[in-house]
């Protein structure tokens, strides 16, 4: 079993609409949380990070963490065409400063 | 600023042979990280440095890797010799601080796509 499971997708969904992306992960000692994007032939890129569990927001993103159901989130609102890209939740444990990824979902904004 | 850079951006090599991938880390990050994605998997945590010190290479899958922090900037990750399954892309990422200091955030340079015929 992985440690951190994420729908690969593809999701599409049209501009203007809100994204929900979602990771289940198995590891109780898991504590500090990350939704990283990537765009084609990049690298990931930090979009938001959390510890523990609670809301996390920053402009249209906004982060969850429910420990108790061992659940990420990641909302997008009023997604945009240039949010089209692969999105990776990533968590590690607290001293502990290797990654663990899930495996990525693909999302295409239509416009 | 720049960014995390990486060398080649693609190499293309036989079986047997060997091939080095460098990463240069943001000026001043202590904390440098090397990872792998093959293709269809997660990414995967291949070795930690502290500055020259290697702090964690638990994903490191078998000697045939070598990784190097001479004096604690740049980084070479040696592949010798080269497997099948060796291929994928090579990322690396740095940090300035650490989750002990509860200021924390991994820069990653674009990859190196490594193909291994």
């Known amino acids: 079993q992985k440690e951190v499971e994420q729908d690969p997708g593809p999701l599409s969904v049209p501009e203007g609409a809100i994204v929900s992306l979602n990771c289940t992960y198995s590891?109780?000692?898991?504590?500090?949380f990350m939704w990283y994007r990537q765009y084609s032939r990049k690298g990931p890129e930090l979009l938001m990070y959390?510890?523990?569990?609670g809301n996390k927001e920053d402009g249209r993103f906004t982060a969850q963490v429910d420990k108790s159901s061992k659940y990420i989130s990641l909302f997008i609102r009023d997604s945009q065409p240039s949010d089209s890209a692969t999105y990776l939740c990533?968590?590690?444990?607290?001293?502990?400063?290797?990654?663990?990824f899930g495996t990525g979902t693909r999302l295409t904004i239509i416009p | 600023e720049a960014g995390v850079t990486q060398f080649p951006s693609h190499s293309v090599i036989e079986k047997g042979q060997t091939v080095t991938l460098r990463c240069d880390p943001i000026?001043?990050?202590?904390?440098l990280y090397w990872y792998r994605r093959v293709m269809g998997k997660e990414i995967k945590f291949l070795l930690h440095?502290?500055?020259?010190?290697?702090?964690?290479e638990s994903g490191m899958p078998n000697n045939r890797f070598l990784a190097e922090r001479t004096g604690g900037t740049y980084s070479t990750l040696k592949v010798q010799p080269a497997e099948l399954e060796d291929s994928g892309v090579y990322f690396c990422?740095?940090?300035?601080?650490?989750?002990?200091?509860?200021?924390?955030?991994?820069?990653f340079g674009p990859g190196t796509r490594l193909t291994v015929t």
């Open positions: 590891n109780s000692a898991f504590q500090y």
């Open positions: 440095f502290v500055k020259e010190s290697k702090q964690d």
């Open positions: 990422a740095s940090s300035q601080d650490s989750l002990w200091t509860g200021s924390y955030e991994q820069y």
């Open positions: 959390t510890y523990s569990s």
């Open positions: 000026s001043g990050h202590d904390n």
């Open positions: 990533a968590t590690t444990n607290f001293g502990n400063e290797k990654l663990t």
